[in-house]
């Protein structure tokens, strides 16, 4: 029998290699004559750990050398975590598979207190603006300081005591086995996740027919579905690290429902809102979502976060 060698590029992280080792595993179960060999590639995002990603720059801090060595012909496939992808991919790049979503929401995590029972003036560690955003909202007595760092090292820190709590993707502690560290979910109307959070995407060069054809035996219906929904309403808002958007689709009863946030950078300003249509408008739902926002006062966000940075 004659054995196909598929390059699969994947970061370096436990998490990254997790998501590569799960694709690996899927696809040589599915195709036995199949054998895939990972190719280890660090990115921008993987070099700068002492800046907060707002800083840093947009989108595809994760994802750029890895595109580029699949355009190139180094790789022939990657797996990425949607919501660390541009909204708009790379010309000649497509999503060869978006596999079955994991649970989308975020988590608290602590050495004891939820959210609510936390005294004013907690230190919580996150450096995603969509988060911050959104806590001071809810909570303004809060201290946010940021962290950053793969899981592990956050959830050490946390164990070192240098934060009151901390805020996780629930996909990644539940891929990585912790989902037993878990205090308290954060349900949407506390915490709305970024687009595409739990899902992955699998990537292959356009014109390269045979491996999309091996892909496509991972694909999941409602998530690709929904995870169009969401990338739609991040263009529509030309989301980046560097915007606190939040947004989440599912279906349900045949019909599509997305909803979508922005807040400005103090937490005093949170437009939201949420929409249903039909399934098969996926991308339209989301790009009429973002234009529901603008009219609603996200222009504004937007014009005065790239006037003043995400310092401010």
Same mark, same amino acid.
């Given at each position: 029998?004659?054995?196909?060698? $598929? ?15 799960? =694709? #690996?595993? +899927?696809? %040589? ?7 895939? %060999? ?14 907060? $990603? ?9 994802? #750029? ?32 598979? @978006? ?26 560690? =996150? ?41 996780? !993707? @629930? ?10 560290? @878990? =205090? +308290?979910?954060?349900?949407?109307? &506390? ?26 035996? /991972?694909?999941?219906?409602? =998530?690709?579905?929904? !995870?169009?929904?969401?990338?739609? /309403? $991040?263009?529509? $808002? ?10 989440? !689709?599912?279906?349900? *009863? ?10 400005? /950078? ?5 437009? *939201? ?17 973002? %234009? #529901? &926002? ?19």
């Amino acid at each position: 029998m004659n054995v196909r060698t $598929l390059r699969l590029g994947t970061r370096g992280s436990a998490l990254a290699l997790w998501q590569a080792n799960w =694709t #690996k595993s +899927q696809l %040589e179960q599915r195709w036995p004559a199949l054998a895939v %060999e990972l190719v280890p590639i660090k990115t921008t995002g993987d070099k700068i750990l002492d800046v907060p $990603l707002a800083k840093v720059g947009g989108k595809g801090l994760f994802t #750029k050398e890895i595109d580029e060595a699949l355009l190139n012909g180094r790789i022939d496939l990657a797996v990425h975590s949607m919501k660390d992808v541009p909204f708009q991919l790379p010309p000649g790049i497509v999503f060869g598979a @978006i596999p079955e979503r994991e649970d989308p929401r975020d988590a608290f995590i602590s050495n004891g207190p939820t959210l609510e029972a936390l005294s004013r003036g907690a230190t919580i560690g =996150t450096s995603s603006l969509r988060r911050q955003v959104q806590l001071r909202h809810r909570f303004p007595a809060f201290n946010l300081v940021a962290l950053r760092g793969n899981v592990d090292t956050r959830l050490r820190r946390l164990a070192a005591h240098d934060f009151d709590g901390i805020i996780l !993707a @629930i996909a990644g502690l539940k891929r990585l086995g912790y989902e037993y560290r @878990i =205090t +308290q979910i954060l349900d949407d109307d &506390l915490m709305l996740p970024a687009v595409g959070q739990g899902a992955l995407g699998i990537v292959c060069r356009d014109e390269d027919h045979s491996t999309r054809r091996i892909l496509q035996v /991972l694909d999941h219906a409602p =998530t690709r579905t929904a !995870a169009t929904a969401e990338r739609g /309403l $991040l263009r529509a $808002l030309g989301g980046s690290c560097q915007v606190p958007i939040g947004g989440k !689709a599912n279906i349900a *009863a045949g019909r599509l429902t997305i909803k979508g946030l922005i807040g400005s /950078l103090d937490g005093a300003r949170i437009v *939201a809102h949420e929409l249903s249509g039909s399934p098969d408008q996926a991308l339209e739902l989301g790009i009429e979502l973002g %234009e #529901k &926002l603008l009219s609603m006062g996200a222009g504004e966000i937007l014009a005065e976060i790239a006037q003043y940075g995400a310092d401010r």
